[in-house]
């Protein structure tokens, strides 16, 4: 017997943290970061107000930071519950109307 293709253990291989670390922009998901700049330049361009962009920019800015530090991946799973089919809840009922005829 060939003991070349016999394992003795399990194999290991080198992983790079950074395959595994979440794309961020100034400490907050990229595509979040993208999303306040874009809302923060729209309330810019429609009330033509530095202040009221910069105010959005930075409202959203911290609800993204706050979004990151809690669950890196909520977007994702946000984004992904809209296309799940709804399940049947028990805590709905649906009103059975009765008629009592004498």
Do not use: C
């Not at 070349?4 to 253990?9: I, K, M, P, R, T």
């Not at 291989?13 to 100034?26: D, N, Y």
């Not at 306040?36 to 910069?54: I, K, R, V």
């Not at 530090?69 to 519950?81: G, K």
């Amino acid at each position: 017997m060939n003991n070349a293709n016999v394992v003795s253990g399990p194999s290991l291989r080198v992983t790079h943290k950074a395959l595994h670390r979440p794309l961020t922009i100034f400490g907050i998901d990229r595509r979040l970061f993208f999303l306040a700049m874009l809302l923060g330049a729209a309330t810019f361009n429609l009330f033509y107000s530095f202040l009221a962009g910069l105010l959005m920019f930075v409202g959203f800015y911290t609800f993204a930071w706050w979004a990151t530090l809690n669950d890196p991946e909520m977007l994702r799973i946000l984004l992904s519950s809209s296309r799940a089919r709804r399940r049947f809840d028990p805590a709905k009922h649906t009103v059975v109307t009765v008629k009592v005829s004498q």
